[in-house]
């Protein structure tokens, strides 16, 4: 059995999966591969996966499997799995952080304090406490969130027609843009989803509102929003997904009130040791058949 590591896990990772065969990072290996892990950046379309024709098993280390063409790996009976809840903590925190490091001026407290300069009196922020959340999406990352954010005694609501989630109040699509003072999405990309943010939704919203995305890039439309941002519409936007990565050449380069990051919802040490044991896991359960 051959495994082939395309993209990064943990370190300790090629150790644990040892006993279940020959472990490689070598990409020139794929047609020989029968078990492949990938993340984000490696991309199993049709033309790769007819490139590896002993593959049995794709394992794609987080959430999104939009990277995948699972259709197609199903037709060559290629099972694909993922593990969904090992992220949630992780970007969940990341959320949070967004929220904050806006709400405090955070990076430009940071960029002007180490520059010398005391700009103490235009630093004036603002709190979480008592301000609305709304949750596009209530599924395992928002639920995180919402813990975090009930700390800070925000008023959370959220809108998914799909599940429930009796904690949070529930309310539909317009109530949601209507009122929330911070919009964060935690859906997946799907044609229903796609540009869900664009200039008609951001119209329903506050003035003033504040996004935050960490979820697929393509669920907004960035020109729409990068309008909003300049207007003041939106007040801020805080985002760690892009309709494409990194953001070449996207008009959300060109505006201020951002705070930006290189999709670092997964990126921590903790969620790859979980990433890792649950990769582990699957590939036992998959042998054992
Ligand atoms: P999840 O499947 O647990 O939850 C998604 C929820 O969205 C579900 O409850 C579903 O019912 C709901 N939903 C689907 N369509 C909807 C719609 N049209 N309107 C409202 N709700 C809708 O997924 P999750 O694990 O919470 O992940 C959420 C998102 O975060 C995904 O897009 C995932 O790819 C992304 N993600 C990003 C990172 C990162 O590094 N930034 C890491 C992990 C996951």
Not at 53 to 68: A, E, M, S
């Given at each position: 059995?051959k495994?082939l590591i395309?993209?990064?896990?943990?370190?300790e990772l090629p150790d644990?999966l040892?006993?279940?065969g020959?472990?490689?990072?070598?990409k020139?290996q794929?047609p020989?591969?029968d078990?492949?892990l990938?993340?984000?950046a490696?991309?199993?379309?049709?033309?790769y996966?007819?490139s590896?024709?002993?593959?049995?098993?794709?394992?794609?280390?987080?959430?999104?499997?939009?990277?995948?063409d699972?259709?197609y790996?199903?037709?060559?009976?290629?099972?694909?799995?993922n593990t969904?809840?090992?992220s949630?903590?992780?970007?969940?925190?990341l959320?949070?952080?967004?929220m904050?490091?806006?709400q405090?001026n955070?990076?430009r407290a940071h960029?002007?304090?180490?520059n010398g300069?005391?700009i103490?009196k235009?630093?004036?922020?603002?709190?979480l406490y008592?301000k609305?959340?709304?949750?596009i999406?209530i599924?395992?990352?928002?639920?995180?969130v919402f813990?975090r954010a009930k700390?800070?005694?925000?008023?959370i609501i959220?809108c998914?027609?799909?599940?429930?989630?009796d904690?949070?109040k529930e309310?539909?699509?317009?109530?949601?843009?209507?009122?929330?003072d911070?919009?964060?999405?935690?859906?997946p990309?799907?044609d229903?989803?796609?540009?869900?943010?664009n200039?008609?939704?951001i119209?329903?919203?506050?003035?003033?509102?504040?996004?935050?995305?960490?979820a697929?890039?393509?669920?907004?439309?960035?020109a729409?929003?990068?309008?909003a941002?300049k207007?003041?519409?939106v007040?801020?936007?805080?985002?760690?997904?892009?309709?494409?990565?990194?953001p070449v050449?996207?008009?959300?380069l060109?505006?201020?009130?951002v705070?930006?990051?290189p999709?670092?919802g997964?990126?921590?040490?903790?969620n790859m040791d979980?990433?890792?044991?649950q990769?582990?896991d699957i590939?036992?359960e998959?042998v054992q058949?």
């Open positions: 059995m495994i395309s993209d990064p896990f943990s370190k644990m040892k006993e279940f020959e472990v490689t990072d070598d020139s794929l020989d591969a078990i492949l990938v993340r984000s490696t991309k199993p379309n049709k033309e996966i007819d590896a024709p002993n593959l049995k098993l794709i394992i794609r280390g987080g959430v999104g499997i939009d990277n995948i699972v259709e790996a199903k037709s060559k009976n290629i099972v694909v799995r969904p809840e090992a949630s903590v992780a970007v969940a925190e959320v949070i952080t967004h904050l490091a806006i405090h955070l990076i960029n002007t304090t180490k300069e005391w103490k235009q630093l004036k922020g603002n709190e008592r609305t959340l709304g949750l999406g599924g395992r990352i928002a639920r995180e813990k700390v800070f005694e925000m008023n959220a998914d027609p799909y599940v429930c989630y904690e949070c309310v539909n699509m317009d109530e949601l843009y209507e009122t929330s911070f919009i964060s999405l935690h859906v990309l799907t229903e989803t796609r540009e869900m943010i200039k008609d939704s119209a329903k919203m506050k003035d003033g509102v504040i996004i935050i995305n960490t697929r890039g393509k669920l907004i439309n960035e729409d929003l990068a309008e941002l207007s003041g519409k007040k801020y936007a805080g985002l760690d997904v892009y309709e494409s990565e990194p050449g996207s008009p959300l060109e505006v201020d009130n705070l930006l990051t999709h670092l997964a990126q921590t040490h903790e979980r990433i890792g044991e990769v582990v590939i036992r998959f058949g």
